[in-house]
Structure formats: C-alpha cells, structure tokens
C-alpha cells in the first residue's frame, strides 16, 4: 500500500503530550501488524540537544546511530520497539544548515533564497524521506511546539503545503487543552476553538481532535467542539489523566482512534489490533501490590525529564518485577556525610545517575561509600559508573587524590581519563563517543548472566573512560572489569563480585529499555533491590 502520513499538531498550551499521542498511534497501529515509524520535529535553531542544558530540555536520547535526539524519540521506542535514528528527528537548525550549505555550493543556481519555497521544500523532504523508502505503512510526524509559534510558522506550511499533495494519504490529529475552571465548576471548550481557528488559518483543517484534560468531556460537549471545529463528532476524543501513559494506547483504541485514522486514509479495518503482551503488562502494574524503594542519586532531580529514559526503565523492571516502583530523587548537591544514613538507610536500591561537571560529584562519592560499606544493591550509569571507579580507588586502593580529568585536569592518578580520539577535539556538539558499541562480558560476570550472554551491543554518550594504567590494580583490590570492547579495550562493565549487586557501566542501558522488552540488567537490579528488601524484613 501508498505510505501514509500522520501529523500531530499542539495547541494551547505546550507539553500536553504530544509525544505520547503520538506514540499511542503508532503502538496501535504497529499491533496491527503495519509497519510504522515517528518522527519529531523541533522549531529550535540547535542543530540537536546534544548542547542543550537539562534544565532547557530534559533528557537527551541516543539514537542507535549515535544521533542525540529529542527525548520524545524515548517514548516512540518504549512503545513500539522501533529504533530510531538520525532520520526521526530534525531541527530547524539542521534544515537551515541544509539549505545554506546547498546555497553555498550553489545548488539554487543564484536563485534568492527564501522560507517558501526553498525551507518548506527541506522541511517536505524530510518528512517524506522516511515514506520514500518504501518500508513503512505510516510515518508519523510530530510538529514541536504550539501552533501560533512563530518558530513553528514553516513546519506548519509545509503540513498545509503536503496535505493538498497527498491527498487521502495524509491525516492531521490536532491536541488541545480543555481546562476545568474550579469557580465555575464546568470544563471550558474556547481554548480548544481559539486554538483549531489558528490551525484553520495557516490553511490546515485538522480531521480529528484530541483532547487533553483532567476531568470527563462529556459527549455534548465533545458534539459542541466538533460543530465549531468543523470535525466530524465521532472524530472527538479525549485523553484523559490516567495513572500511567502506557494505559493511554488502550484509552485511545477504546474510543476507535486507530480504526478512525485507517477509515480517512482509505485502508480497510481488519480484526483488533493484537495488544495481548501490551494488556498483561498493564495487569501486572496494576495487581502489584509491594513496594521496591529506589534512590535516584543525581543533580538534576528537581527536573525529572532529566532522566526520562531511567525513570522508565526503573518503572518497567519494578513491573516485570511484580512491584510498584517508589521513585526517591537524592539531590547530590545536598548529600554528604553528615545526611547520608538518614536519607539511603530507607531505600531497597541506589541509582547513580548520568551526568556532566563538577557539580554535585562529591555527593555520588559520599553515597557510592555509603552503598559499598553496607553492600546495598548499586547502579552507576555512565558517570555514575566513573564515580565508582574514583570513590574505589581513593578509599580501596589509598589513592586519595584519584579523580577524572574532566573534573581536575592536573590530578595525578587519572583513574577515568579522556579518551585518546577526544583530545584533539574542540567543538562540542555531537562530538563524543556516541552510538551503538560492541562490548564483550565475562562468562561468569553478574552483567553476563543478567544479558544471559556474553556479547552485547549498548549505546553510548561519553567523552572519558577508565585509564587501563590502573586497571591490575582494581582488579587485584575486589573490582573486576568484566566488560570491554573488543576493538579497542575500552573497560564498558565494573562489578564488586563480593558485593549483592553491585555494578557499573559506562554505557546507557536506559536508551533501549522498553514496555514489551525491558532491559536486562534494570531487571536484575531492581531483582536483587526486592530480594534485599526481603531480607531486610
């Protein structure tokens, strides 16, 4: 069949999940059985978020090509166990990079170079590049930001521009916000007017509304926004607040969205889609009824989207888990000696998270000690796995001075040191080791046996690794380096065997954790939290 064409446009206010609608679409339509790939759109002039503060943007994801992307690629992966790429996420600073270097080479022919036609053309070229392949039933395209945005202005021309060129097989689902007004006790339907009049503006005539909302839209009211929406009634649905944005896929089927999107691009409803493994997830979160304590060690608590993809993964592995995740964010800023048995004594499991700088590193040390000592179930994640390795060798091997040299440039025992290929760097954006990477485990490691194989491939997102110098020396004081890279002997995996679980990785296991295959070793670690906890008992 003709690849058809999804679009997802915001309105009122920005975050009310696009993402997550969009994702939904895709899982429903992928149960199916068709092939389906999204794709997110983002107005800003960065080339990517790879140079994006946390507190500007939240997590940024890997691609499994090493392409640093939107965090919403996250959700598009947890959904459908699709892998994303450099493809699924483009920026408006990549396309007008796109054109001025085809300016540059004189590709226009000294033609004056302008937004319409020769941006909206890019845009256009993008969004159809993934359809072009001849691999996919349905691309999904997900337009950031809010309609009215002046940065979203071209995005929104060229979906006008591409409605009219493919006709039947192209489909516009526009989100808004119906707010509930506490004074007057009613849901108000104006933003929702307001925001589809701008869409009918900029020339797009949106087929089906969602709406998101905290409380009931009654069918009345649902018939009232479709008369001045101008869709059609049954083309109205609601994305209520549910205790959890993996039930939003069966919300979303419940009120008919997937078989609404196949009825306007003309492809025939057949059966139900096949939501079998998707719907016994959901039973197990919902029928756990213990509880596994998580700390979540890092500096970017206060802004969770931080650390999306791990907030996910640790939910995933608590349900598969048969438990309910208690998430407990640890500001590494705040934590020191003083504090560290009050706020760690309580928790099943310790995560220490990902990260940059020198800021808030003492206080992974202080919890990384405290963990070790009282041999409570560890994680350390990419940064976090560097500080086990420096907390080790100051208190283990007596390196009191060992540091990273990304924190102390001049220390004299550069435990985790910058690799050789980054010394010669100096741009910053996607310049690190990035990507998809062979790493080799040994047999009888606990990594070996949570994969249940010894060859694996994980991605990364990093600039600095254990210096081999040093690597007898752990090994000979209780630390193994049971993981490496085959090519380059890069030390990937750190285990304290003595220890009840006690591992880290220089790689980000959270990247390619998902509802239906959740990542080994999140499982095996929130496996040893719970036995733990038991044991506690």
């Not at 990517?48 to 992307?69: F, I, K, Q």
């Not at 349900?319 to 208690?326: A, F, G, M, P, Q």
């Not at 992974?364 to 179930?377: I, N, Q, S, T, Y």
Request: net charge negative.
């Amino acid at each position: 069949m003709e690849t058809k064409y999804i679009f997802v446009t915001g309105g009122v206010v920005s975050s009310l999940g696009k993402g997550i609608i969009s994702s939904s679409i895709a899982c429903l339509l992928k149960a199916r059985g068709y092939r389906v790939t999204i794709q997110k759109f983002d107005p800003y002039i960065n080339i990517d978020p790879g140079t994006l503060n946390p507190y500007e943007h939240g997590e940024c994801y890997v691609a499994v090509d090493g392409h640093e992307a939107d965090l919403d690629l996250g959700h598009y992966e947890r959904f459908t166990d699709i892998q994303t790429t450099r493809a699924n996420n483009i920026t408006t600073g990549r396309i007008y990079q796109s054109v001025i270097d085809k300016e540059r080479r004189g590709d226009y022919l000294g033609k004056t170079v302008q937004v319409v036609p020769h941006i909206t053309d890019e845009i256009k070229r993008n969004i159809k590049r993934l359809g072009n392949t001849g691999n996919f039933d349905f691309v999904i395209t997900e337009i950031g930001g809010t309609v009215g945005d002046i940065e979203s202005l071209p995005y929104i021309e060229s979906v006008r521009q591409l409605r009219w060129e493919l006709g039947n097989n192209c489909v516009c689902v526009h989100l808004t916000y119906v707010p509930y007004i506490a004074a007057a006790k009613e849901l108000k339907s104006k933003p929702t007017q307001h925001s589809v009049k701008k869409l009918q503006e900029l020339g797009i005539q949106p087929d089906i509304l969602v709406l998101r909302t905290e409380r009931d839209v009654t069918a009345e009211a649902r018939h009232k926004i479709a008369l001045f929406c101008n869709v059609a009634p049954e083309a109205v649905v609601q994305s209520i607040d549910v205790p959890t944005i993996y039930e939003v896929p069966v919300k979303m089927h419940e009120q008919h969205l997937d078989e609404i999107i196949l009825r306007k691009t003309g492809v025939a409803i057949e059966g139900e889609p096949k939501m079998d493994a998707w719907m016994h997830f959901l039973e197990k979160m919902k029928t756990a009824e213990k509880t596994v304590r998580i700390g979540l060690v890092g500096k970017y608590v206060e802004l969770p989207d931080a650390y999306k993809s791990i907030n996910e993964s640790l939910i995933q592995a608590a349900t598969y888990n048969d438990h309910k995740l208690k998430l407990v964010y640890i500001h590494s800023e705040k934590l020191h000696s003083g504090n560290v048995d009050e706020q760690l004594s309580p928790l099943d499991g310790v995560l220490i998270a990902p990260g940059f700088g020198q800021r808030g590193i003492e206080g992974k040390f202080v919890a990384l000690k405290w963990c070790r000592e009282h041999d409570v179930p560890t994680f350390g994640i990419c940064l976090g796995m560097q500080c086990m390795v420096i907390e080790f060798a100051r208190d283990v091997l007596g390196l009191a001075d060992a540091n990273s040299t990304e924190m102390e440039q001049s220390t004299p025992n550069n435990v985790i040191d910058l690799m050789e290929e980054q010394k010669s760097i100096s741009n910053m954006g996607g310049t690190m080791r990035l990507g998809s990477f062979d790493c080799h485990l040994q047999p009888d490691s606990l990594t070996a046996k949570a994969y249940g194989t010894t060859d694996i491939k994980e991605r990364h997102r990093h600039r600095f690794e254990l210096n081999n110098r040093y690597r007898e020396d752990f090994e000979r004081n209780g630390m193994r380096c049971v993981g490496e890279n085959p090519a380059t002997h890069l030390v990937e995996v750190v285990e304290i065997p003595e220890k009840r679980w006690f591992v880290g990785v220089q790689y980000h296991p959270e990247y390619s954790s998902t509802v239906l295959n959740p990542h080994p070793l999140f499982v095996d670690f929130v496996r040893a939290a719970v036995a733990y906890s038991e044991n506690k008992k």
